[in-house]
């Protein structure tokens, strides 16, 4: 049997591929942080001596600067040094709180292109209905949002117009981030005033006529846009409310797990139940080594039902998804595809409470049931079983039961349960396709990790049609359940 060498590969070089400033300055806290941070910090605790003379004055200054940020009246000032220093403690905190909710929204991954500046933009957008690349964010006022008011970035947010008038196509999820509040609007504003300007001009969108007329989105706006911000259900928990208010504005999480129409308007009685989109396939697992892809390889995605569905989240306790969220993985699953960039610069930064919530709201969502149009026939099931038996058993066993770490399993074969799986379940089989054929690896490397998958296509070279044998036959054992899949489905996917 020979290897197919089917595209360019390079030997995997570790970070090296990846954007510095990403390696370096994420970590909240852990690492050196970005130097307007620490510029900050060292003059903040120069100021706080004063303060810790003793604790009245502090909360004596505190309580006068939030009369002043409340009502700005000149004359009711306190002592001009503690004002400055509380002053600084409110900013300081501020710009943290704005760098923490940066993250949960993950403005990071979409704004800064491989290899480039922080939030400097220049990442493109493979849509149906052209690229579009993202915007430098950074205080730069020639070519970022420096010049621009906390109006102007408040309006971007919420009903997604640049600040010359022009309106903002929906790859930036301002439908999601229209629910976040003043407040947390506030913060991220003076916390991207806080980074280093970029002089950066991302490349011109490529879009055909019509679709490069901005002034479209002005109808697409009125049919598709819910504005108005996040209203707190009085009858549910904190969790819930704090969880919803993420999972449906910062963390945008619909943008890609919400199945969208023709033209490209999330479907709302079908929030969350799995959508699919273009994304590149970086890399593959080719025996136990990760080979890069040289060329842009972008093919659909699918993603997962995140409702209560057997078929989506319905098995997983909250814990198993806030683990998932926070780790990258859990006894069900690993993030190999696109939602593990979601977890590496977002969801694995939010606190444990933050995560929690979210699971608890995603829990709460009533399954939304998806039927099954085309059945796979005994016949097919047979044929699946038997290349199902060849190449996947010794790991994910006749059981579809996987291969649990315990101490005594056999290491070389630990992999997740494919029974209840929402991946093998999801709507679109792409995701599935994609891991058959390219293997899967863990991209946040956090412990209990599950080890690497390696992809069939370049291991064995199996056809378009045994491929799609395989997958139609995991997604109808063991109690799953999926349509079969088409060997059209997986020639899309080479
Ligand atoms: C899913 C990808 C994605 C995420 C996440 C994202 N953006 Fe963007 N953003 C874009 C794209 C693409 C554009 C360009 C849209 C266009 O040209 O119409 C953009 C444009 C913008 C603009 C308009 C800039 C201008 O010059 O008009 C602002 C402001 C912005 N984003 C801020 C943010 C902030 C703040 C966050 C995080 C809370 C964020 N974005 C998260 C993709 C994203
Ligand atoms: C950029 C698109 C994107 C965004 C945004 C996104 N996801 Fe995902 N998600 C995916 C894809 C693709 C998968 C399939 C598995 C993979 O990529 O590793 C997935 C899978 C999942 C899974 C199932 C994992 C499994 O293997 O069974 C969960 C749970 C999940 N996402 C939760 C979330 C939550 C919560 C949010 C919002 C904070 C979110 N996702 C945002 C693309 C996305
Ligand atoms: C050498 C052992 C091994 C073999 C053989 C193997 N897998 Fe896997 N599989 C794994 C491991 C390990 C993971 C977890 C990878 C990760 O999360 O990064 C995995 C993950 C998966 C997932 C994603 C589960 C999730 O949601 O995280 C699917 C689907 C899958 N395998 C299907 C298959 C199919 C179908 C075959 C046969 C064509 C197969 N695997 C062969 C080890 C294997």
Redesign the pocket.
Known sequence: MTIRNIFPLKRHKGSEQLPKVLERGWDFGEQEGEAAFMKDRTMLSKLSAPIFLGLPVLIASLIANQAISQTALPGQSPAPAQAAASGDTDRQAQIEKGKYLATAG?CIACHTRPGGELFAGGVSFTTDFGTIYSANITPSSATGIGKWTKDQFTRAMRHGISADGSYLYPAFPYTAYTKVSDEDIDAIYEYLRTLVPVDYTPPKNQMPFPFNQRLLMMIWNKMFLKEGVFKPNNSKSTDWNRGAYL?EGL???G???TPRNLIGGEISDQALSGGA?Q?NIIDAVHGSEIVTIDDLMVRK????N?TSSARG?GEWSTDE?AA??KTGHNA???????????IKY??QYLTDEDVHA?AVY?KSLPPIQQEISRPVSAEKMKQGEIAYSARCVSCHQPTGLGTPPAPNADRAHISPPLVG???VQAQDPA?LINVILYGAHEIVQKENAWPKMPGLELDFGLDDNKIALIASYVRNSWGNQGDAVDPKDVTKQR
């Open positions: 993950d999972v963390g945008h999480c943008a890609c797990h989109y994304d995605w699918a993603t997962s995140l989240l998804i998932y969220l069900r699953a690993g993030a190999f595809g696109p939602m593990a960039e979601v977002s969801t979210m995603l799986n929402t991946v995701t």
